[in-house]
């Protein structure tokens, strides 16, 4: 059996919003994904918490999550991630308590400390400069109590929330949620469909000082990663600059919203290696090609999950990339 029909294999959706299309477009689409990878047997479909962000429309992540839960019907929906030190974690509780009371067994709780945004967004948020820097394994365990049993004699509780015990994951792109996941025996997820670099050492820091716990008996890392598979290698090249040109605009201070692929990204050396530098852990091609590519990353990062962003101009190119994808996993032959 090939590694890929081992693993699960999940999405995140940035809910990307194309240039000169509207939000409603975005949430759309999103929705139609979540219903297609559903259907196509996929584990997770997970959202991100960003602000203030022209291209991208799931600043709203719990209300989103409720909406792609109730468009589906067997998918596990999360957040990839919530950035807990934006929030109060007991409104985090009732927000992720009442997903879990609607759709049972089904929500997932990914946790980051980022703020998803720039500082003057912080500020507008609310969120104290600090935040999340030392106090996040205070928020995280605050958190955790409200999803818990309540305790004898707890006078704040979440309702909904307590006694619902949502999965919680924490995410990161470097070494310090890997070893917080570790200490407290928690499942891992390893962002490197934006930073990769520090992809191998986080997931070795994890591993080597991961505890058992009520939760895990082993560690659990899943890992993001773009993917884009095509009927060529040519064709998935040319979709994927669709994703170069938005980390480009990103470099440069510019809107971000999803631009239609082109022949050729026109950037200086310097601004493709940094976009490569982003994309550095992304496969790209055809069938046979993405196949090899996974392979060889699973080979080398062992991951338990994999977790694919296909970051896609065309919605059509989009569904097919995945279609594709699923036939991977589905296949007895390679």
């Known amino acids: 059996m090939s590694k890929l029909q081992e693993i699960p294999l999940s999405v995140l959706d940035l809910v990307p919003i194309r240039d000169q299309g509207s939000i409603a477009e975005a949430l759309d689409q999103s929705r139609q994904l979540?219903?297609?990878?559903?259907?196509?047997?996929?584990?997770?479909?997970?959202?991100?918490?960003?602000?203030?962000?022209?291209?991208?429309?799931?600043?709203?992540?719990?209300?989103?999550?409720?909406?792609?839960?109730?468009?589906?019907?067997?998918?596990r929906v999360g957040s990839g991630g919530i950035m807990l030190p934006n929030h109060s974690p007991l409104v985090i509780a009732e927000q992720f308590g009442t997903l879990e009371t609607l759709y049972p067994h089904r929500i997932d709780l990914g946790l980051g400390r980022a703020p998803g945004s720039d500082h003057a967004t912080m500020r507008a948020i609310g969120r104290h400069m600090d935040a999340g820097v030392t106090d996040f394994p205070e928020r995280l365990a605050d958190l955790r109590r409200y999803l818990d049993d309540a305790q004898p004699g707890q006078r704040v509780k979440a309702i909904p929330g307590q006694g619902t015990h949502v999965p919680i994951w924490l995410l990161g792109s470097s070494g310090y949620s890997a070893q917080l996941a570790a200490q407290l025996g928690l499942p891992f997820a390893f962002a490197a469909q934006f930073a990769p670099g520090y992809l191998d050492e986080a997931l070795h820091l994890y591993r080597q000082q991961f505890q058992p716990s009520e939760v895990l008996d082993e560690p659990y890392a899943m890992v993001g990663m773009p993917v884009?598979?095509?009927?060529?290698?040519?064709?998935?090249?040319?979709?994927?600059?669709?994703?170069?040109?938005?980390?480009?605009n990103l470099i440069r201070g510019q809107r971000t919203r999803s631009l239609p692929p082109v022949t050729r990204v026109e950037a200086s050396p310097h601004e493709m290696a940094m976009v490569n530098q982003h994309l550095g852990a992304a496969v790209v091609g055809s069938a046979e090609t993405v196949r090899e590519g996974l392979e060889a990353f699973l080979d080398r990062t062992q991951a338990d999950e994999l977790m694919v962003v296909t970051d896609v101009y065309d919605s059509e190119a989009r569904a097919h990339s995945f279609e594709l994808l699923a036939q991977l996993w589905q296949s007895p032959e390679r």
Do not use: C, M, P
């Open 34 to 75: 979540a219903r297609q990878v559903d259907q196509l047997g996929f584990n997770r479909f997970w959202l991100a918490e960003h602000h203030n962000i022209d291209g991208i429309a799931s600043a709203a992540t719990s209300v989103l999550i409720g909406h792609i839960a109730g468009s589906t019907e067997r998918i």
């Open 228 to 248: 884009i598979v095509a009927d060529t290698d040519e064709q998935a090249r040319y979709l994927g600059t669709t994703a170069q040109q938005k980390f480009l």
